[in-house]
């Protein structure tokens, strides 16, 4: 017999018992979560302030940054909170919380780096055409659509999770509250539903991953006809990171929602959760930012107090 009682918190799966380690665990997350509001803080001042780079690249490298601030901010924080405080709880509304805006965050996320994919095939395949197709209500309605299907996927998956009930205990076993974790709570086969839903989740995604690899396919042999070796270069250095980010963000998040569900918490269930949950909004303004030259040249400009002065108010797009 399973017992029904009402679940009014859960317990947090910490990274240790041992104090000295839950405070390192603090320290590390919180190095983390500054490097990640600090590089996403950046690129969204510099891409607002310098209208060289009101294009549609960095309009959409300043959405993804505004997610991924939000993405880490969901999960990360509580943790840090609960190895300072020395404590695993979080509460049901938390939980629910938590769970609605990590998914809201990430889907739209991964929905905004197909549209990013999208781009770069327009620019490199067929540069003519960039400007007609990409214009600002086009870019304006791409990333809408990206925000909307993950308000969307995430109210469907909330609604669908928490429409169970949990009388397996209390005990989620991953730093935050994941959802093929809190699944493993269900008393009844109730939980098929939501399982069939993330499995659908999860074929969608992987057949947009099919067309990114196609696009990307498609946008190497053209880029290996350009006869400019700088031409090359700078094609490729754009391309491969945003590869880079689908692949670990799509690849972790499948196997932490597809895997069979174990009994006895795993180590490996933590490292994955890390890796999709906390590291691609780190890495982003890393790999898409940092290594880019106009957004190097506007950061040099902002710490010179130069792109303040020659700032002005201008239409994102022509």
């Known amino acids: 017999m399973y017992n029904h009682t009402t679940v009014t918190k859960f317990l947090l799966l910490g990274f240790s018992k041992v104090r000295e380690l839950q405070i390192l665990h603090f320290v590390v997350f919180l190095g983390i979560y500054l490097m990640a509001l600090t590089g996403n803080l950046l690129v969204i001042t510099v891409v607002s302030l310098d ?11 300043m959405n993804l940054s505004i997610l991924d601030i939000g993405s880490i901010s969901v999960t990360v924080p509580k943790s840090m909170a609960n190895s300072l405080l020395n404590t695993r709880s979080i509460s049901y509304a938390g939980c629910v919380s938590q769970v609605f805006l990590f998914f809201f965050f990430t889907s739209a996320d991964f929905a905004l780096l197909t549209v990013m994919a999208y781009d770069r095939y327009v620019a490199i395949c067929k540069p003519l055409h960039y400007e007609t197709v990409m214009n600002r209500g086009a870019c304006v309605q791409m990333a809408a659509s990206a925000w909307i299907s993950g308000l969307l996927n995430s109210a469907l998956h909330t609604g669908n999770t928490f429409a169970i009930s949990f009388c397996r205990g ?149």
């Open 170 to 318: 209390n005990i989620v076993d991953q730093f935050f509250c994941e959802i093929p974790q809190l699944l493993k709570l269900a008393c009844s086969d109730s939980y098929l539903s939501e399982v069939g839903i993330i499995t659908f989740n999860a074929l969608l995604g992987l057949s947009l991953f099919v067309l990114i690899v196609v696009s990307y396919a498609q946008i190497f042999t053209t880029v290996l006809r350009i006869p400019s070796e700088q031409g090359r270069h700078k094609a490729f250095s754009t391309c491969f990171p945003h590869l880079i980010v689908v692949s670990l963000l799509l690849c972790t998040g499948t196997f932490a929602y597809l895997k069979p569900a174990s009994s006895s918490p795993s180590g490996l269930d933590l490292v994955v959760g890390v890796l999709y949950a906390v590291v691609p909004s780190m890495m982003n303004p890393i790999i898409y930012s940092m290594r880019n030259n106009e957004i190097k040249a506007a950061l040099k400009k902002l710490t010179e107090g130069r792109l303040f002065t020659k700032s002005k108010m201008s239409i994102w797009f022509s």
């Open 51 to 61: 209208h060289h780079l009101h294009t549609p690249l960095y309009f959409f490298l």
